[in-house]
């Protein structure tokens, strides 16, 4: 076979994979769009009045705990026990329980929970084969282009979920909104970020982008995450102190808050991923200076994804800190929180898409 032909026939293939990568991917779109949809009965045929009384039964058996002791007799001896009920609010917190869950404690809200978690994991390996696919197409990691980052983000969002859950994490509750991002994000990819299979420009050409690039989607979906527990968060932490208050919510509000766990228990949740990844993002941006030494001749030169990087690490320095100080834990904290993945976000869309700079080499 002559060099041209074979030249071609590299060509063919790849462009063949690149094809299939797309079929891929508009396939997981439609999976998930079944996950959606699983997700959302599980939220609507979950038992609203088993929540009710789920919530009062063991705010009931809480409060005996705090009142009640029983009286064991072990060889003559009388010995007292306090009988214990387990709940996830931090000390000094609000003595709120965790709801039941998404599916209300109802096992017909349980199944379609179970379900749609099923075709989340389904339309995650079909994700992961496009991703793999558009890999093959371009014989290099797939992160060259914002379609690219985008189709992987994604995934890993997925996946960082599923592992929770594996690791037996109740976090189902989650499973709702990440699947609507999830397939807003890929809806953006595939009808205006899609960019054809190409080679990268010679900046690119480095180890370090399989090590920057890596850490720094790894970091975004579990930024997604922690997000996400904060909103949560603020909505459950507004509905308990209405209650506290005296006040009653709207029956809507009720049939969703009450599954969700408790307000402090969400804080959390939101805490420990935010600081189990900070050190990661750390690591990313040192990584992308030394790339930059390496494509660039210089360390640091405040390109708006660098300096958008930074800004993005101090406002993730700042939640820590101010969760970790008194006066501002709780609201003030999650508002931190917030304000710190939204720089996150203009970081990657706003910068990449309206800002010029060093980083700007491969269009959309």
């Known amino acids: ?59 009931e058996k809480t409060q005996v705990a705090k009142d009640a002791v029983t009286v064991k007799k072990a060889g003559g001896t009388a010995v007292l026990e306090r009988p214990q009920v387990v709940v996830r609010t931090a000390a000094g917190e609000r003595d ?52 690219e980052f985008n189709i992987t983000f994604s995934t890993v969002a ?7 859950l594996a690791l037996r994490k109740n976090i189902r509750w989650l499973g709702l909104p990440l699947i609507t991002t999830v ?19 010679p900046a690119l050409h480095s180890y370090w982008l399989y090590i920057h690039v890596s850490t720094a989607i790894l970091c975004g979906a579990v930024f997604y995450v922690g997000a996400v527990g904060t909103i949560l968060y603020l909505f459950k932490d507004s509905y308990e102190s209405k209650l506290a208050s005296g006040g009653r919510p709207g029956r809507f509000a009720t049939s969703v808050l009450e599954r969700l766990p408790a307000s402090a228990s969400l804080d959390k949740f939101s805490y420990r991923v935010n600081a189990a990844v900070f ?18 001749g210089r360390y640091w030169g405040w390109d708006p994804k660098e300096t958008w990087s930074f800004i993005t690490w101090v406002a993730y320095a700042c939640y820590l800190h101010a969760r970790a100080t008194a006066g501002w834990k709780g609201r003030k904290a999650a508002y931190i929180a917030l304000i710190a993945f939204a ?7 706003g910068v990449n898409l309206f800002v010029n700079g060093l980083h700007s080499y491969a269009g959309v």
């Open 1 to 59: 076979m002559t060099h041209a032909a074979a030249t071609e026939l590299a060509a063919a293939t790849n462009e063949n994979l690149a094809n299939i990568s797309n079929v891929l991917i508009y396939s997981a779109m439609a999976v998930y769009t079944l996950a959606f949809f699983a997700y959302i009965a599980e939220w609507l045929l979950g038992s609203r009045s088993k929540v009710g009384r789920t919530a009062a039964a063991l705010t």
């Open 96 to 147: 709120v329980p965790d709801g039941p869950g998404a599916h209300g404690g109802d096992e017909q809200g349980d199944l379609y929970g179970r379900i749609a978690v099923s075709l989340t994991v389904l339309a995650f390996a079909i994700a992961a084969g496009g991703v793999l696919t558009r890999a093959l197409s371009v014989q290099r990691a797939p992160w060259g282009n914002m379609y």
């Open 158 to 164: 997925v996946g960082v979920y599923l592992a929770f």
């Open 183 to 201: 397939l807003l994000d890929l809806g953006v990819a595939v009808t205006i970020l899609y960019t054809a299979s190409d080679q990268l420009v």
């Open 279 to 296: 050190p990661l993002w750390t690591f990313t941006i040192i990584a992308g200076a030394i790339w930059a030494g390496d494509a660039w």
């Open 343 to 349: 720089c996150w976000l203009f970081n990657y869309y």
